[in-house]
């Protein structure tokens, strides 16, 4: 709910190399369980930026989607995803520039 008492119901796309699955974000927190087809597979939250949001991979999550790039594993749309949001998070300093 934001400030003006407004709920939002965010659809979420989530692929880990199969089929995306919807997500509906309808609470200020959510969790979920995300069954992943081996135990190394990446997870694309966005997938192919189909939501208007911002992801931020950090810790584990970003070495696979970071292997998962390096396979070519991702769509060029996922690619250009994780580029943009990237680059969004290190211009306002919540990323590093490594």
């Known amino acids: 709910m934001d400030d003006s008492g407004v709920k939002w119901f965010i659809p979420l796309f989530i692929s880990t190399g199969r089929e995306p699955e919807l997500v509906i974000l309808d609470e200020a927190q959510k969790e979920?369980?995300?069954?992943?087809?081996?135990?190394d597979a990446y997870v694309s939250l966005n997938y192919q930026g189909r939501t208007m949001c911002r992801v931020k991979y950090s810790g584990?999550?970003?070495?696979?989607?970071?292997?998962?790039?390096?396979?070519?594993?991702?769509?060029?749309?996922?690619?250009?995803?994780?580029?943009?949001?990237?680059?969004?998070?290190?211009?306002?300093?919540?990323v590093p520039h490594e």
């Open 32 to 39: 979920f369980v995300i069954n992943l087809p081996h135990p």
């Open 60 to 94: 584990e999550s970003l070495k696979r989607i970071v292997g998962a790039v390096k396979l070519n594993l991702l769509s060029v749309p996922d690619k250009s995803s994780l580029l943009s949001d990237t680059l969004s998070f290190m211009k306002s300093g919540t």
